[in-house]
Structure formats: C-alpha cells, structure tokens
C-alpha cells in the first residue's frame, strides 16, 4: 500500500489548491443531496401531521419546497464544479506521473534499455497510469468526502434532533467503514489477477496483430487465438468473482442502512412520545440515514478495487530494473599490469581502450578478456572476428554505455567516467547494430542528431553516405518515412541512420557493420564518404564484409583465444591486403 500512497501523495501535490476545493465540493454535493432527502422527509410529515390536526391551510409550504429546489438545483451544479476540479486536478497530476514514470524507465542501462520491448511496455504504462487515475478520484477523494459527510451530518443531527440519534448515524458509518473494509481487503488478490489478466490478454492480442503473418505461415495462429480466448475466460472469471463480492458487500450494506433506519425509527419513535422531538423533526435522521448510502456507494467501486490501483502503483513507483546498472562479478579476472602505450602516452587524443575485460553473468568464457587498443585521430580500425566474439560488446564499452568489469576507456586522455555526459556525447558517437528511425520527414529523422545542423550539412552527409540521389525524387529532406523508417529499403535505412550519427560531428566515431544490407559498390562509396566528411575522426568499426576490412587502415581481431596485446596491436590492412 505504500507506494499507493506515494501516488496519491504525488498526485495531491500536482494541484493541491484545486484538489481541496474539489474534495469540499464533493461534502456540499453529499451534504445537499443528505439535506434535500433529510428536508423533503420533514416537510411530508409535518404536512401529513398539519391536514391530521386540521390546521394545513395555516402551514407554510413556501419556505421548505423553496429550500428543496434551491438544494436540488444547488446539488446539480456543485456535483459538475466538483468533477470540473478533481478531474482537472487528476488529469494534471497524471501527466506528470507519465513524465516522471518516463524519465525513472530512460534511466535504466543501454542493455536493459536495448531489452525493453516497446509494446508490452507501452501497453502496462497505460494500463497502469488508467489504474491510477481511479486511486485518486475513485478512492481517495470519496473517502474523505465521505467521512466528511459522516461527520458533518451527525454534528448537525446533534444540534437539530438528539445526541442519541446522531451516535446511531456514527454507528452506521463505522459499520458501513468495516463492510468496506472488508471488500478493499478481500477483493486485493482478485483484483489484481484480474487487471494482470486485462493486461495479458492485451499485450497477447497485440502481438498476435503484430506478428500474424508469420504465425499464419508457420501455422500457429489457431494455437495463438486459443491462448488468447483461454486467457479472455480467465479474466471473465476474475470479473465475475470480483463483481460477486462487490455484490455481497452492497447486500452488507443495505443490511447496516436497515438497521440503522429501524433503530432511528424506534429511538426517534420513543424521543416523540417522551415529547422531547417534534414527529416531524424525528423524520429527518431516517431520511439522512437512507441519503447516507449515496457517499458510501461513492466509495464501493475503489474499494472493489485496490489491488488493480495497488499493483499499478507499486510498479510504477519501483525503481528501473535493479542490478542492470551493477557490472557483474569481477572475479574471472586478474590484476591488470600497467599497460604499454607506445608514443603518444596516456594523455593521446583519440580512443584508448585498455586491458578491457568483461563477462557476462553465466557465460563459461569471458566475452573480453585483456583487450588493448588505441585509435588515433584520422585514423580507421577494423574489428574483426567470429560472431559472437565481442565486437558490438567493446563498441558499447567504448562508447561508455557498458562498464567493463576490469580496465579503462579514454576518450582524449581522460577517463571516460571523468567526462559528463552531455560533453562526451559530444565528442563521441555511435551507430549500433539496429537503429531506429522516426515516422516523419527525413530532416525530422536527421534533426534527432541535435541543434546544431543546418539544411546544407543535412545535405552534404546524404550526399556522403549515397543517399541524396536516392532522396531526391522523393522530395529529398522532405520525403515522409512510415513508422519505423517505413518506406525505405533495409540499406537505406542504414544509410539514414548513418547519416544521422555523421552529422553529430563525432570525433570518435564507433560504428558497428555500418554497410550492412549494401551491395559491394555501395558500401565501398559510403565508406569513402564516411573518411571524406569526417576526416579527422577516430574510427572504430565492427567488421565482417572485405570492404570494412580493406577501408580501415588498421585490423584488430578479437577472438576468444588472443585478444591481449599492446595497444597499436593489430593487422595493416594495406599490408595484409597488399595494397
Ligand atoms: N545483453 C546481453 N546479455 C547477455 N549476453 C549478451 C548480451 N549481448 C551480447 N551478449 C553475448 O555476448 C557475446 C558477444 O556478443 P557481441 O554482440 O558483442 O558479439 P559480436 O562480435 O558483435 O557478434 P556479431 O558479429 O554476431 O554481431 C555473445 O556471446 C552474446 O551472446
């Protein structure tokens, strides 16, 4: 329950004026309707006592049926105010939870980050944010208003009837408190089941939308909307069991409302024949007894439930995937030796990576073990090696997005650690494996890359990496991509992507199998436009295809069994090519 205080906290902070005076308008919207019924009950028995007496024609029916409209009309209009402000108040509240839910998911590691699935985890934020909105405005709210009701109208029963039939007014809400009570407590399981199963069956038929071509191709489609229905049953049955004790608690209710009505009746009963209260006046508790139920029915939709609100706050207020962001144990490895960097030293410009080691949790064999290496400014290092054999792995180390559980990146002689973030992104570039592009423009999906580039150097890194001539017939910067880069080609795609990262005017530039998906001839323009536009760069690159290897001036090769060496280790490739 504490992180759903945390929300509600949250949310009453986001527009605290607003909430205050919703909550007061939601006890006058209470108190009307528990004064129109309380009026109306006294007005019909004194007018039955007054024809009884002979005496109608001398009572005033003015003053009390003057009051009822104004209390209608008066309830009618407080009830729109009150969800004008707590809606409004909500809505605000939860705009910022969205942000901030947002913000705690971008803080997680590149790897968790890389991890997520966008779908589901859109799919459960909704959800969530949906369950939270009702923690304020279907709980919250209605309980405070409700015990503000309470309150008021026993006070005010004190003061016009008797004390004894105020007590029993209490006596109903504390027992209408532990009926509701009861259902918050029993109801938590199913209705968190019963929203985790919403949930499910959700995110199911979303990728079931998703991926049915290739479910239908490989047949497994039928078995997928069997699962689907399967999962539909069981929340159904959730659903049911937890409208069943929502009904079981209404009949709890009714129950404590009739006794409440029949003890008022007889005490109320006994105080007119004690000649103590008017028979009129005794009326108006039975009547507020029965108004009562409308503030507590107000509460019994929350209480049903909680758990949904509960689980969604507890996920929402937990902190981004624990242990992502701790490098894992580094006990495969030795003490480094101080590593040997011949001519330049330490404080070289460029990218020094030194006797860098990582493993990954449950792995036999380390991924990088004592890897040494150096890249000079203008200068282009091929990565070699199998699948698998760490390549994208130093590329992220390098970039500083992945702790290595031994060793030291430098970025210019500084410690990639000592820079701060904005500065190092700076510097530093790099185009992964995958990267994604934007529906929208091609300058929309070029403009990601930061502020600073204008509409000719958009053009010259199209022109760099083949592009522009592809673009052009299109619209060039104009041209509209689909989700997801929707509309080009896989090599395309790539070639945006690398368009983008070039435009960030790296000076190390990591890239990782940048001509994937191109044809030779295309690969080798884009690799020569990549040198031309960004001459005095650093260049580290994952290399499979022969034209990477033959465009670096240097081949490092990473395999499992040698990857120690002195920091400018590695092949020539003019010499290895002959070139
Ligand atoms: N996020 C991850 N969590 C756990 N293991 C991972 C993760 N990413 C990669 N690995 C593992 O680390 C090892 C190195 O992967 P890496 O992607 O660096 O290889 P690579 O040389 O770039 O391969 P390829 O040439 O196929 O792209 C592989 O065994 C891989 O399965």
């Known amino acids: 329950m504490r992180p759903l205080a945390r929300v509600l906290r949250l949310i009453w902070s986001a527009a605290p004026g607003l909430m205050l005076r919703g909550a007061l308008l939601s006890v006058a919207v209470l108190l009307a ?34 009051g009822i409209r104004l209390l209608a009309l008066g309830r009618a209009a407080g009830r729109y105010g009150e969800r004008l402000l707590t809606h409004d108040a909500t809505l605000r509240a939860l705009a910022g939870l969205r942000v901030t839910l947002l913000r705690a998911r971008m803080r997680a590691d590149w790897e968790t980050l890389g991890r997520l699935r966008p ?43 008797h004390w004894s039939l105020a007590l029993i007014i209490l006596a109903q809400g504390a027992a209408a408190a532990v009926v509701l009570a009861r259902l918050g407590r029993r109801s938590l399981a199913p209705s968190m089941r019963a929203e985790r199963r919403g949930q499910a069956l959700l995110r199911g038929t979303v990728a079931m939308l ?25 929340l159904e049955r ?35 024949e004690a000649g103590r209260l008017g028979a009129a006046a005794a009326a108006v508790p039975v009547f507020a007894a029965l108004a009562l139920q409308e503030a507590v029915a107000l509460i019994r939709p929350g209480m049903s439930g909680l758990g949904a ?20 144990d580094p006990a495969p490895f030795p003490a480094p030796a101080p590593a040997v960097i011949p001519g330049g030293g330490a404080q070289g410009a ?41 390549k994208s792995t130093l590329l992220l180390i390098a970039a500083g997005v992945l702790a290595p559980q031994r060793g030291e990146v430098r970025i210019d002689g500084r410690p990639v650690a ?104 295309t690969a080798a323009r884009v690799l020569d436009g990549i040198r031309r536009i960004r001459p005095a760069a650093a260049i580290l690159c994952a290399a499979h295809r022969p034209e990477e290897k033959l465009w670096a001036d240097r081949v490092f090769p990473l395999s499992s069994c040698d990857k120690a060496g002195s920091l400018d280790s590695g092949q020539s490739a003019n010499s290895r090519n002959g070139a």
């Open 33 to 66: 309707g528990i004064m129109l019924l309380g009026l109306s009950g006294w007005f019909i028995t004194a007018t039955g006592l007054a024809g009884l007496a002979g005496v109608g024609i001398a009572f005033d029916v003015f003053r009390p049926s003057a």
């Open 119 to 161: 779908g589901p985890a859109l799919t459960r934020l909704t959800a969530d944010i949906d369950a939270l909105d009702g923690a304020a405005l279907r709980l919250a709210l209605p309980v405070a208003a409700g015990l503000g009701v309470l309150l008021a109208t026993a006070a005010g029963l004190w003061w016009l009837t």
């Open 210 to 234: 998703r991926g049915q071509v290739d479910m239908a191709v490989h047949g497994g489609l039928q078995a997928r909307l069997s699962l689907l229905l399967a999962r539909g049953r069981g």
């Open 238 to 272: 959730a659903a049911a069991r937890l409208e069943r004790m929502s009904e079981r608690a209404d009949a709890g209710l009714g129950v404590v409302t009739a006794v409440a009505v029949t003890l008022l009746l007889l005490r109320g009963g006994m105080l007119v």
């Open 309 to 328: 609100m509960a689980d969604a706050a507890r996920r929402a207020m937990a902190p981004p995937e624990a242990g992502a962001e701790t490098p894992p």
């Open 350 to 390: 460029g990218l020094v990576l030194e006797r860098i080691a990582l493993a990954r949790p449950g792995a036999d064999l380390p991924v990088l073990e004592n890897v040494s290496l150096r890249v000079a400014p203008g200068e282009t290092v091929a990565l070699t090696g199998p699948s698998g054999g760490g």
């Open 418 to 521: 000592a820079w701060d973030e904005p500065a190092l992104r700076g510097r530093l570039a790099m185009l992964p494996q995958r990267s994604q592009l934007l529906a929208g423009t091609v300058a929309e999906n070029l403009a990601l890359a930061g502020g600073h580039a204008d509409a000719a150097e958009m053009e010259a890194v199209l022109e760099a990496v083949a592009l522009a001539p592809v673009l052009a017939p299109r619209g060039g910067m104009a041209a509209r991509l689909g989700e997801g880069g929707a509309g080009l080609s896989g090599g395309e795609t790539r070639r945006l992507a690398l368009a983008r990262v070039l435009l960030r005017r790296p000076s190390i530039l990591l890239l990782d199998e940048p001509t994937e998906g191109l044809d030779p001839a």
